[in-house]
């Protein structure tokens, strides 16, 4: 069982114990029907208060459940028959009541929540709507206005926020279950408050047409969003049972609608990233209660603003006092723009900046746990760090390297205890950005690895490990993102088009707008370190040729585009247009329009394809970790489920294989050979998910 029933005094109490979140499954439902009828059929118990076991309330439904159905019965008619109860029935709320904990909880007749509880209707997230009540409920306790936001954000609210829209009916800071059986005492003899029977808030004129508006505006392109609005508005307009009625009906439109499966492919596919096959469970992380940054520039103080975020102290090294001045003066100017914004104090702006000690001395250096390099990206310039670094680092100090490209086998060969050295690829900006990809080079030790996963907990960090190629997971990918879309733009394209489609796809920006904000001369120094013969031969001319102009991106304020002074308004650029001619002629390539479609085909099966060959060469450990790169690395759009996903489910692997060999007959093998695990998948009719 998944619970229990038991009597204390005059008050019966349902627990719920279904570990680790106490996950709403048909044997808790089962549960919450067998207490009330307990409860219902025994004479001396007068109320009724469910509580659950360990360190939270239910944090939401069991949506592996999604996929064979729900078995009987489900959640709305378990809440049905909570409105059918006839005692006093009182919630008591720890930890998170989330989803269909929440509306369990909007289905009692009271609420009492710890101070640290944390409520929330999060099923937006996943693509659906809450689909037993929440849409009907909280807007009669909240009103439609207060209410609207918390679906449509999916965040949770604090206890305290919910007590002020009237959700929570009182918050303590201890005892909870004393403070819920005495309030469910309180309640015995009085008229029950049944939420579903209260008059719904008067809603303003015009609010549904406004909050329709400003939903297209903040969910671009998200389909369940718009459905939240119709359902709430149903509240508003309906009588209880027929807007349950609206509700299940938009909750089956958004289940059957395929960002739902995207979007729950990506839950599941983020909580599967700390799986790392071939590291033992008991392996322990290295303390890490110190950290030392090398670099004060825009990555390095980024980096160093992610400890300082999570209270560890932080030495940064910097080459010169000048340097050194300049990058903490833009991690402060980052801090007080937060603060201006009311997300932070004052105080807390001196107590983060009191963490952060700047040095000229690799010395300072001897009592860190975890040293980042955030230098430039050649390898002339990592060998001297390192080779610092493993004359002033202790014992047991993880080295690592911010690389984006560089191999971090060859890093660790400038040291003496390669075991030490990993990557830990943050992309820009680093304190905003969630992806942290943790390269694990061939005698990376398991603790090492470890660390850099329990570290990028503790900064609040996605952590993918990925193997060491070049470019790892992320960037090795985009390579055939970019070089498509540099040559659709030598075919015939221009910059501007291959953006908008790319932004009309989902992306928050397109390729070329990225390569301004990031700057044209990072991926060209990285060419330069490289093989030519490893290169599409014309496919970055166009780039190069920028660079070699002074052209950096939005740094220069001309790149791909140009820039005007303060505006990073990309407006397009006769300069580029011109260099593109320039290389149309010396290559002599002829000339055509393109469909938005195939330019979204071109760039992302070039990024599937390589994402095959990575997952072949276990250089990822599953498809969805190369999503959740993507997705949080990259931007690319979660309703879609990220790269892989989405070409295993919008495209289908039999036509992406076909399309991709379509494209390697007419522009050659070296770029566009299909990868033999694609191959092997289709003959065998088998998924991605096979390809561990």
Not at 13 to 24: C, F, G, L, Y
Not at 84 to 94: D, E, N, Y
Not at 139 to 157: K, N, Q, W, Y
Not at 575 to 594: D, H, N, Y
């Amino acid at each position: 069982m998944a619970g229990r029933f038991e009597v204390r005094g005059d008050v019966g109490i349902i627990w719920i114990d279904n570990p680790p979140v106490n996950a709403i499954s048909h044997a808790v439902r089962l549960v919450l029907v067998d207490g009330l009828k307990q409860a219902a059929g025994n004479d001396a118990v007068k109320a009724a208060v469910i509580a659950c076991e360990g360190r939270t309330s239910m944090a939401g439904a069991d949506i592996t459940e999604f996929a064979g159905g729900m078995k009987e019965p489900g959640l709305p008619e378990v809440i049905a028959e909570m409105d059918r109860f006839g005692k006093p029935l009182v919630a008591a709320i720890h930890g998170t009541a989330l989803g269909g904990g929440f509306e369990v909880a909007l289905g009692c007749h009271a609420r009492v929540a710890l101070a640290t509880a944390k409520v929330g209707l999060p099923e937006v997230k996943l693509g659906i709507l809450p689909g037993a009540g929440g849409t009907q409920r909280l807007p009669r306790l909240a009103g439609a206005e207060a209410a609207l936001p918390v679906m449509i954000s999916g965040d949770p609210i604090s206890a305290e926020q919910a007590a002020g829209m009237g959700a929570v009916d009182k918050v303590v800071q201890d005892n909870l279950l004393d403070a819920a059986i005495a309030y469910a005492r309180e309640l015995v003899g009085q008229e029950l408050r049944r939420v579903r029977d209260m008059p719904m808030p008067a809603v303003p004129a015009g609010f549904f047409e406004e909050a329709r508006k400003a939903t297209a505006k903040q969910k671009r392109n998200l389909y369940s969003p718009q459905r939240i609005v119709d359902a709430v508005e149903a509240a508003a307009t309906l009588p209880f049972d027929e807007g349950m009625a609206r509700e299940r009906e938009l909750f089956m439109d958004c289940l059957r609608n395929p960002q739902a499966r995207a979007l729950q492919h990506v839950f599941f596919a983020e909580r599967q990233i700390a799986k790392i096959p071939n590291l033992a469970a008991d392996v322990k992380p290295r303390e890490v209660r110190k950290v030392a940054v090398i670099g004060a520039g825009t990555m390095g103080g980024g980096i160093a603003m992610n400890f300082a975020n999570a209270g560890i102290p932080v030495t940064i090294l910097e080459m010169s006092q000048e340097a050194v001045d300049r990058g903490l003066g833009v991690i402060r100017k980052n801090y007080d723009a937060t603060a201006a914004k009311g997300r932070m104090t004052a105080e807390q702006v001196e107590q983060r900046m009191g963490l952060l000690t700047p040095t000229l001395s690799y010395d300072d250096l001897g009592d860190a746990d975890l040293i980042i390099e955030a230098v430039f990206e050649t390898l002339e310039v990592k060998h001297k760090v390192f080779e610092q670094l493993d004359r002033v680092a202790k014992p047991g100090a993880v080295l690592a390297s911010n690389t984006s490209y560089l191999s971090i086998d060859t890093i660790a060969g400038y040291t003496k205890r390669p075991a030490d050295v990993l990557g830990m690829h943050f992309f820009s900006p680093a304190n905003v950005m969630k992806l942290l990809e943790i390269v694990r080079g061939a005698q990376t030790a398991p603790d090492v690895l470890a660390t850099a996963l329990d570290v990028a907990k503790k900064i609040r960090k996605v952590g993918v490990v990925a193997g060491n190629c070049h470019g790892f997971i992320g960037n090795r990918m985009l390579e055939g993102y970019a070089r498509e879309a540099n040559v659709l733009v030598l075919e015939g394209a221009t910059p501007q088009q291959v953006d908008t489609a790319l932004v009309k796809f989902g992306m928050p920006m397109g390729l070329f707008q990225m390569m301004d904000l990031a700057g044209l001369d990072i991926g060209y120094k990285s060419r330069k370190d490289r093989d030519p013969a490893s290169l599409h031969p014309y496919a970055y001319r166009m780039s190069d040729m920028l660079v070699e102009a002074g052209r950096m991106g939005q740094k220069t304020q001309a790149g791909v585009y140009d820039y005007a002074p303060g505006d990073r308004t990309p407006k397009p650029s006769d300069i580029t247009a011109k260099f593109i001619r320039e290389v149309v002629e010396e290559v002599g390539l002829p000339q055509r329009s393109f469909t938005d479609e195939e330019i979204i085909e071109r760039c992302f099966l070039a990024l599937f394809n390589i994402g095959c060959e990575v997952l072949r060469e276990g250089m990822a450990y599953r498809a969805g970790d190369i999503d959740i790169v993507y997705l949080y690395g990259y931007g690319f759009p979660a309703y879609r489920g990220g790269p892989m996903f989405w070409a295993e489910n919008s495209i289908g692997l039999a036509n992406a294989l076909d399309k991709i060999r379509g494209y390697a007959a007419a522009y050659g093998d070296r770029w566009w050979k299909p990868s033999p695990l694609l191959e092997k998948l289709v003959a065998e009719g088998r998924s991605l998910k096979d390809a561990v």
